[in-house]
């Protein structure tokens, strides 16, 4: 691995960041729009099961849309690669003495990175929005929100690398990237959903990172799908396993 | 000993071999074979070019040659080195300028040139350096803060070429360096290249559809549906034609060419609406020509032959300039 060309395309993708405001709010405006207008809908009217004191669907889905927003940057920031490879910035990384994993590590953790700070624009607003987690509880939030960055970031890459249009990642994400967010506990709990869909929450590694921010940000608010130290774990290994695919994916030809 | 001075031969800077491609089929698309068997080697120093209508399997070589693609089959020898295994040896010692850009538009010019050298092992005080010389080279300076997609056409080609040096590589390859570029701008480019050369030993390799660029190529391979149509230098390649070029005007060439070569059994060719003929001593030729037909023909043109005429008699294609 070549630690300085993953450190220079790490750096790219925040020069990005901080360079394409548009991209910024893009990425951070829709969903608090949606948290707040589909939590201030629902909030009176829906009876979070298990809710405590007095928690509502504002508290509730806040996790949710904090996943939204890492989904919506990694989505952002990997698309380019499907341009970037045929005309731009990234045929002359391929060409360049870099081996393949320094490519996909530092893409992957740029835009991982980028996602990560847009989920914290966000997290500012928790106390405004009525969570009360103890400074310890956020540790534990941005630990959950940097390994769910890196997971779909990673999903994001494996995706972008094998099409060739974006107009197909636009397609892909519609049809499995938004129903993977929608099926991860981000919306309404597994506890009342029918049996076939709870079991499509356990098996959504996304519902775990929903999960976990949920449990460090209003903790003992809801009834949670499985223990912090099982969501963490589960994080852990979804990074893994798409990092991993990622970097088989992007590997050279022989 | 003379002898012995004349087998001592260098190391060729590309040697290829035999090579083929085959793009394979997807979503419908048939396979496409997109080279077949070419051969051509590249003395180190010499500035050698590509020529071919676009489609003709140039870029593909290009490509190959830049280790973007592994070649198979075939045999492709880099600095020596062998494409297919070697490519990272390869990688650190050519410089690769893309007909596409591949600046990033939203970072400036010394950011772009910054990441580049760190893709290539460069770093700090040197880094700083090499890229301060470059972008005063080629007049940058001035832009180093002014993100590239803000530059004009020629400006940015400068700055990938800039990009592509920045390593000091002992080969260079370009893909259509002055497609897009006024004339000016081509100039301009040409000036940087010819510069390059007289100040280091630098090997040149770059694909083209401009006769102009061509021109200015020590020597060329002429590339047509995936094949080599001719080879040499611009004057071996325009001597191939023993003539004058003779270009007809008519307001109906089909018919002009049918009595043309009725009257004179020759078969003109028909190029681009205007027909083609070469003939020694065209000068005498011509008054026979216009007496014969006196409504068909609108002008008459004599030239000495030019790369375009040589193209359109190996490959029996107009080129497009």
């Keep these: 691995m070549n630690c300085l060309a993953v450190y220079t395309l790490w750096k790219r993708e925040l020069r990005h960041f901080y360079r394409d405001r548009a991209r910024i709010i893009g990425a951070l405006a ?14 009176k009217s829906f009876q979070m099961p298990g809710a405590a004191g007095g928690a509502g669907f504002l508290q509730y889905f806040f996790s949710g849309t904090l996943v939204l927003i890492v989904l919506f940057t990694s989505v952002f920031s990997t698309i380019s690669i499907i341009e970037d490879r045929r005309e731009g910035f990234l045929q002359s990384v391929l060409v360049a003495p870099i081996p393949r994993l320094s490519l996909v590590l530092g893409k992957i953790m740029g835009a991982s990175t980028v996602g990560f700070l847009q989920g914290l624009c966000f ?13 310890g509880d956020y540790a534990v939030t941005l630990a959950a929100l940097a390994l769910c960055s890196l997971g779909l970031t990673g999903i994001g890459f494996c995706i972008a690398w094998k099409l060739d249009s974006t107009q197909g990642f636009h397609a892909v994400m519609n049809l499995f ?6 099926l991860s506990g981000a919306l309404f709990p597994a506890a009342t959903a029918p049996a076939w869909l709870r079991l499509i929450i356990r098996l959504n590694p996304v519902s775990y990172a929903v999960c976990a921010l949920q449990q460090a940000l209003s903790p003992g608010a809801f009834r949670p799908m499985a223990s912090l130290k099982l969501c963490l774990l589960v994080l852990v290994l979804f990074a893994a396993a798409v990092c991993a695919a990622s970097c088989w994916i992007a590997r050279e030809a022989e | 000993m003379e002898r012995l001075g004349q087998e001592i031969k260098l190391t060729p800077a590309i040697s290829v071999s035999r090579l083929s491609h085959t793009y394979p089929a997807k979503n419908k698309r048939p396979a496409r074979r997109a080279l077949r068997d070419v051969s051509l080697e590249v003395a180190p120093g010499e500035t050698f070019g590509l020529l071919g209508p676009n489609g003709g399997g140039k870029s593909t070589l290009f490509k190959i040659l830049s280790t973007f693609f592994k070649p198979s089959p075939g045999l492709v020898q880099v600095l020596g080195l062998d494409a297919a295994h070697d490519a990272a040896q390869i990688r650190p010692r050519i410089g690769v300028v893309f007909q596409n850009p591949s600046l990033d538009a939203k970072l400036t010019v010394s950011e772009n040139m910054t990441h580049q050298g760190h893709l290539y092992g460069l770093r700090g005080k040197l880094l700083l350096q090499r890229i301060a010389s470059m972008l005063e080279r080629y007049g940058l300076s001035d832009r180093r803060d002014e993100p590239t997609g803000t530059l004009s056409g020629g400006l940015r080609r400068r700055v990938e070429l800039a990009k592509g040096l920045l390593h000091d590589p002992e080969l260079i390859l370009l893909d259509e360096p002055s497609t897009g570029l006024d004339p000016g701008a081509r100039r301009d480019l040409w000036d940087h290249l010819r510069e390059l050369k007289s100040s280091r030993r630098i090997t040149l390799l770059l694909t083209t559809h401009l006769m102009e660029d061509a021109e200015n190529c020590d020597r060329l391979l002429l590339i047509n549906e995936g094949k080599t149509a001719a080879s040499g230098s611009p004057r071996e390649l325009k001597a191939r034609i023993g003539g004058d070029v003779i270009a007809i005007e008519s307001a109906n060439p089909l018919e002009l060419q049918k009595a043309i070569k009725e009257r004179f059994d020759i078969e003109p060719a028909l190029v681009d609406g205007s027909l083609r003929i070469e003939r020694e001593r065209g000068h005498a030729f011509i008054p026979q020509l216009v007496e014969s037909f006196p409504g068909l023909i609108k002008s008459v043109n004599l030239s000495q032959p030019t790369l375009e005429d040589v193209f359109v008699h190996v490959t029996g294609l107009g080129v497009r300039l």
């Design chain 1, 177 to 182: 990237l938004i129903p993977m967010w929608m």
């Design chain 1, 30 to 43: 829709p969903p608090i729009v949606f948290w707040f207008l589909i939590g201030s809908g629902l909030g």
């Design chain 1, 123 to 135: 997290l500012i607003l928790a106390p405004a929005a009525g969570l009360r987690a103890a400074p």
